[in-house]
């Protein structure tokens, strides 16, 4: 536990009745609606659902990712116990990035084409821990090599452009991880990798939870990630959120109708 939140007890974090919605009057939309869940230490949370449920605008609505102006958010999003929804960009900033990271789907919307790896992970290094530039650089080779990239060394002197999908997932996952946060929130971090690579970075981030004792909020379309991942899987339909259960609980018996569909065509296409 980061200093400061010792003797915080209950949920890392407890999610209650978060609402998002765009726009105004009669062109306001509702991308998410009264949605509550909660995340305990080291637990792994999948959130699932197909596209446009909600899930993304969920997750960049509790880390105060939202473009400024572009959405109402309404509700609660307790981390250790501190209210995120409607903190000051200033304090919020000390919670994102520090003790909430986040991986998006695309690491090419993530990183900078113009740095190279080393320079936006190093920085981040800086930023978060206070080291000096030869210190933020020495780190950066460890967290390349710990993500699994084999000549860190160079990848850390490389572009963007230069790497492969799956090696920018997987330096985008060291950036993420280079303070490391309590909470680590990856979007759909596999949708454009092929599947021997999604497996391999699935197994990455499991292994790397283990080690670094992170809590996982995961958010998939894809129900094989769930069965082998999570500890409890949330359903997201059309903006709410229609189940939360233990992972065995939900695969053997789910409640709601749209669960029955997820799975029913899950196991048209096959397992994991």
């Known amino acids: 536990m980061k200093e400061g939140f010792t003797g915080v007890s209950g949920p890392l ?10 726009g105004r009057g009669a062109g306001e939309v509702a991308a998410a609606r009264g949605v509550s869940f909660d995340i305990g230490r080291g637990e792994t949370l999948v959130m699932a659902g197909e596209s446009g449920s909600g899930k993304t605008v969920t997750s960049l609505a509790i880390c ?4 400024e102006g572009a959405a109402s958010v309404s509700g609660s999003a307790l981390f250790y116990g501190e209210e995120l929804i409607g ?12 003790r909430i990271a986040y991986i998006f789907q695309e690491p090419s919307s993530f990183l900078n084409p113009v740095y190279s790896i080393g320079e936006q992970i190093a920085e981040a290094v800086r930023l978060h821990r206070g080291a000096g530039r030869a210190a933020a650089l020495r780190e950066t080779v460890k967290l390349l090599e710990m993500s699994g ?7 850390a002197r490389s572009y963007p452009h230069q790497l492969s999908g799956g090696m920018n997932q997987r330096a985008a996952i060291s950036m993420a991880l280079a303070c490391k946060p309590e ?6 971090p596999t949708t454009s ?4 690579t999604e ?16 809590s996982l909020l995961f958010i998939t379309h894809n129900l094989a990630i769930a ?29 709601h109708a749209h669960t029955r569909e997820l799975l029913a065509a899950y196991e048209k296409v096959g397992r994991f």
Request: charged share 35%; net charge negative.
């Open 87 to 98: 903190m000051p960009e200033e304090r919020l900033r000390t919670f994102r990035g520090g």
């Open 199 to 214: 497996a391999e970075i699935i197994g990455l981030l499991m292994r790397l939870k283990q080690e670094m004792r992170f």
């Open 64 to 67: 105060g990712l939202l473009p």
């Open 193 to 196: 990798l092929d599947m021997t």
């Open 227 to 255: 069965e082998r991942i999570a500890d409890k899987v949330a359903v997201m339909f059309k903006g709410e959120l229609v189940e939360n259960r233990k992972k065995d609980e939900l695969f053997a018996c789910p409640e």
């Open 13 to 22: 974090l407890s999610v209650r009745d978060l609402s998002v919605t765009f």
């Open 149 to 155: 990239i084999s000549d860190a060394q160079r990848a």
């Open 183 to 188: 909470l680590l929130v990856a979007d759909e």
